[in-house]
């Protein structure tokens, strides 16, 4: 089982950026799949970036892609979201998700194979 913390929202100016954090428990953290999520007011959660255990393989949401990258630093147990040019769109609460998977290489982008979650946290962008 893993246990997950985000940090690093907050309130930023449009075009500025912010760094999310996704800390994470346990003592093989390699071996899980992480993505990000977000849900804004009034909508449903939706996929922004997923990476592999590895960390070798990483996926994006048509919306951010060339604007956000996910990385991960498994020494650390932490996945890592950054966020420039941000955009008054991409306001919202942001999860972060992991679920063990067999190859280091897999991604997961559907938030239905994911069993554990972060309690969020929120990135509200002013225009």
């Known amino acids: 089982q893993v246990q997950l913390v985000e940090s690093g929202g907050g309130l930023v100016q449009a075009g500025g950026s912010l760094r999310l954090s996704c800390a994470a428990s346990?003592?093989?953290?390699?071996?899980?799949?992480i993505g990000w999520f977000r849900q804004a007011p009034g909508k449903e959660r939706e996929f922004v970036a997923a990476t592999s255990g590895s960390g070798g393989n990483t996926y994006y949401a048509d919306s951010v892609k060339g604007r956000f990258t996910i990385s991960r630093d498994n020494a650390k147990n932490t996945v890592y979201l950054q966020m420039n040019s941000l955009k008054p769109e991409d306001t919202a609460v942001y999860y972060c998700?992991?679920?063990?998977?067999?190859?280091?290489?897999?991604?997961?982008?559907?938030?239905?194979?994911?069993?554990?979650w972060g309690q969020g946290t929120q990135v509200t962008v002013s225009s």
């Open positions: 998700a992991a679920d063990r998977v067999l190859s280091s290489w897999y991604l997961l982008l559907d938030q239905r194979e994911y069993d554990y």
């Open positions: 346990g003592r093989t953290f390699s071996s899980y799949a």
